[in-house]
């Protein structure tokens, strides 16, 4: 998520100071055109002519459309995505306060793993649902005996973090992944 981010915003920075150096150099050679000038960057003749003679069903004209759809659909379909948020807010009291994802996470894994009988725990929160609620999701290695235990201690971790009050779930798996 956080590479995504930058990666937009590199793109973006890149994309607004090339528009920014086209613009200032249409700018300049308008003015030149406007003063009975020779053009400064861009002989006016050589593209005029390569624009006039080019059909639009050529090869070249054809792979630079399928080129910018094909990057326009990439920018667009990474920003309509919904992405794990790197805050959660929680309820408590007036104004808004959040934790971090990871933080919420670390802290259930070490809650649940603390529990008699758990040898490993994989916590996941996702959300936030359009409540804005989100939930944790715990599997546990260590047989179905181990889920009220981890469920107890998990529940003491999430109150204590102001955290929702539904929405934990904890699956039990029998097999150790360590």
Do not use: C, K
């Not at 094909?70 to 992405?83: D, E, H, K, M, T």
């Not at 916590?123 to 989100?134: D, I, M, Q, T, Y």
Request: charged share 25%.
């Amino acid at each position: 998520m956080v590479a995504v981010r930058i990666v937009n915003r590199i793109a973006t920075l890149l994309l607004s100071l090339v528009l920014l150096a086209a613009g200032l150099v249409l700018v300049i050679e308008a003015a030149r055109v406007g003063f009975g000038r020779p053009p400064l960057v861009v002989e006016r003749n050589s593209w005029y002519t390569a624009l006039r003679d080019t059909q639009l069903n050529a090869t070249p004209v054809r792979i630079g459309v399928a080129a910018a759809t094909a990057l326009g659909l990439l920018i667009v379909l990474s920003q309509v995505r919904r992405w794990r948020p790197r805050r959660l807010d929680v309820p408590l009291g007036p104004g808004r306060w959040s934790v971090s994802r990871r933080s919420v996470e670390r802290r259930l894994a070490r809650a649940v793993t603390g529990t008699p009988g758990v040898r490993h725990t994989d916590v996941r929160v996702v959300g936030p649902s359009r409540a804005g609620e989100w939930r944790p999701r715990i599997r546990v290695a260590g047989g179905p005996a181990t889920a009220a235990g981890a469920q107890a201690a998990a529940r003491r971790e999430l109150d204590r973090l102001g955290a929702p009050p539904d929405g934990l779930r904890i699956d039990t798996d029998r097999g150790s992944r360590r």
